[in-house]
């Protein structure tokens, strides 16, 4: 069992930045990847980025490719997701999720737990 606890988000203006953070308990947090995902009012959840175990491989979707970057901190059992250069059409729920498999995953069903989300919004 994993349990994950969003928190940073708010809202800012259009070119600004905001950092989300994700605190895991339960497992051996260095043993799992960690994926954020988003869903806007109205539409599907989906992929944002994703990190392995160690840190050393991460995965963006091209939407946010150059402007957010996903990061962990093994030794306190967080993830994060600094965003850059945000735009309106990144308001969205933010989720991190736990993925106990081998590969890191764009894909809502290979995620094994969730957090509760957290709002970011981004006025124009």
């Known amino acids: 069992q994993v349990q994950l606890v969003e928190s940073g988000g708010g809202s800012v203006q259009a070119g600004g930045s905001l950092r989300l953070s994700c605190t895991a308990s339960?497992?051996?947090?260095?043993?799992?990847?960690m994926g954020w995902f988003r869903q806007a009012p109205g539409k599907e959840r989906t992929f944002v980025a994703a990190?392995?175990?160690?840190?050393?491989?991460?995965y963006y979707a091209d939407s946010v490719k150059g402007r957010f970057t996903m990061s962990r901190d093994n030794a306190k059992n967080t993830v994060y997701l600094q965003m850059n250069s945000l735009k309106p059409e990144d308001t969205a729920v933010y989720y991190c999720?736990?993925?106990?498999?081998?590969?890191?995953?764009?894909?809502?069903?290979?995620?094994?737990?969730w957090g509760q989300g957290t709002q970011v919004t981004v006025s124009s």
């Open positions: 339960g497992r051996t947090f260095s043993s799992y990847a």
């Open positions: 999720a736990a993925d106990l498999g081998i590969y890191l995953s764009s894909r809502i069903y290979n995620y094994d737990y």
């Open positions: 990190i392995s175990g160690s840190g050393g491989v991460t």
